[in-house]
């Protein structure tokens, strides 16, 4: 069995081994796969007669996978899998999966990260030290930034799936509340801190919105001039 993976740096720099994968093949890793409108047929050359490819960015089209006629599975390297052509996918019996939940603790922690740098400019806060400001500053209580205490603001997640309930947990950690719109509610989630409510609801409370939402026809251009006009004056927005 011929396997093939296009874009392997993503998810591999090199402190991994993709050496577990040659016990079910022959594998050709590639770092990169050109993924512009030339690149197609360099991505259908690369495929060849394989009968798996591994993906993470580099985009499968139903125009390529009519090229493939090896192809018997693809593997998303990552959550989202709209990369792929799935209905052609099915069409052709290839099986596509993905990876729904490695990223997300890690990116729940980042979503905060954000969130305290917006807040506090941690970043440019240690430049200016080092640049000698707080030295030469006369008075002790030294910012460049106004500072923003979060406990008792309120948190609006767009989004409220693994992701979503992650940042929510942290969030209410720090002593906010959390209010979340989401399709499918788990009512066994709410709590004295955290409320579902409708998206105009959300957009009218949050000291903070943030969106953990895929892209679908539903969420595309969810943050737009009618729904901003909703929220609050200085209402902090992160994706």
Sequence with gaps: MKIVVLDGYTLNPGDISWKCME???????YDRTSYDLKG?????????????VFTNKTPI???????????????VLA??????????????????????????????????????????????HSNSVMRG??????????????LIELAGKTMGIIGYGRIG???GRIAQALGMKVIAYDQYKNQSLESDTMKYVELDELMAKSDVIT??????????????????SKMKDKVIKYL
């Design 133 to 146: 400001e707080w030295t030469n500053n006369q008075d002790w209580c030294y910012w460049n930034y106004p």
């Design 79 to 124: 959550t989202g899998f709209n990369i792929v052509d799935v209905n052609a996918a099915k069409e052709a019996g290839i099986v596509v999966t993905n990876i729904p939940t490695y990223g997300t603790d890690a990116v729940s922690q980042m979503a905060i990260a954000l969130l305290l740098e917006i807040c506090h400019h941690v970043g440019e």
């Design 23 to 29: 016990k079910f093949g022959e594998v050709k890793v």
């Design 165 to 167: 309930q992650g940042t």
């Design 61 to 75: 089209s139903k125009n390529a996978l009519k090229k493939m006629p090896d192809l018997k599975f693809i593997g």
């Design 211 to 228: 969106l953990h939402c895929p892209l679908l026809e539903s969420t595309k251009g969810i943050i737009n001039k009618n729904t901003i």
């Design 40 to 52: 197609e047929e360099l991505i259908i050359e690369r495929v060849g007669d394989a009968e798996v």
